[in-house]
Nanobody, 115 residues
Framework: QVQLVESGGGTVQAGGSLRLSCAASGSIFSINRMGWYRQAPGKQRELVANIIDAWRTNYAVSVKGRFTISRDNAKNTVYLQMNSLKPEDTGVYYC?????????WGQGTQVTVSS
């Protein structure tokens, strides 16, 4: 019923930037939380950032000050601007939609940061 389509992943040198996008379609409620998780090989999936509205956002300590999450409700799209990227940011990034207690996931997009 809900589909999430991600774009913007790729390979970048340390210190560089990438911008991820995720567009949601289907049965989308007016109140929801969208965000990004990532998973590195051999590690658990972890929260990167999420957003309800402009004044209700959450960031992992490791990315705060470097990444910025935003959304366009008219397009049901969430963005993640990633600056000052580090090799430890490497992983598969998954878009997430949380509404009425149900979670939906995108297919994932690879982000690789070379040293």
């Amino acid at each position: 019923q809900v589909q999430l389509v991600e774009s913007g992943g790729g390979t970048v040198q340390a210190g560089g930037s990438l911008r991820l996008s995720c567009a949601a379609s289907g049965s989308i409620f007016s109140i929801n939380r969208m965000g990004w998780y990532r998973q590195a090989p051999g590690k658990q999936r972890e929260l990167v950032a999420n957003i309800i509205d402009a004044w209700r956002t959450n960031y992992a300590v490791s990315v705060k000050g470097r990444f910025t999450i935003s959304r366009d409700n008219a397009k049901n799209t969430v963005y993640l601007q990633m600056n000052s990227l580090k090799p430890e940011d490497t992983g598969v990034y998954y878009c997430n939609l949380d509404q009425v207690g149900l979670n939906y996931w995108g297919q994932g997009t690879q982000v690789t940061v070379s040293s």
